[in-house]
């Protein structure tokens, strides 16, 4: 079992960053994937960002350029750093986290709720 806490959520104005923080109970490093998702009031989860165990990343079309995943193995940490954030970036942002012990386990975090202010 891995627990996953996230952290430094809040109201920001539009044009302002945030920095997401995702600390995990076990190692991050031997994670097969791990990464952030949103959801909106009313809309699908989706998928923000997410590093693979050999380091590529993948980005949502529509935060790339803006935001910037990064892990700290040594922390067991994740951080999502949001730049030039938008409106429409406003969501609840989960940490979640994928391990192949033979069967796939998939974790995820309380969330951590990001207002994005006009």
């Known amino acids: 079992q891995v627990q996953l806490v996230e952290s430094g959520g809040g109201l920001v104005q539009s044009g302002g960053s945030l920095r997401l923080s995702c600390t995990a109970s076990g190692s991050i490093f031997s994670a097969s994937a791990v990464g952030w998702y949103r959801q909106a009031p009313g809309k699908q989860r989706e998928l923000v960002a997410g590093?693979?165990?050999?380091?590529?990343?993948n980005y949502a079309d529509s935060v790339k350029g803006r935001f910037t995943i990064s892990r700290d193995n040594g922390q067991n940490t994740v951080y999502l750093q949001m730049n030039n954030l938008k409106p429409e970036d406003t969501a609840v942002y989960y940490c979640?986290?994928?391990?192949?012990?033979?069967?796939?386990?998939?974790?995820w975090g309380q969330g951590t709720q990001v207002t994005v202010s006009l």
């Open positions: 590093i693979i165990r050999n380091g590529n990343t």
């Open positions: 979640y986290a994928a391990y192949d012990w033979g069967a796939k386990y998939e974790y």
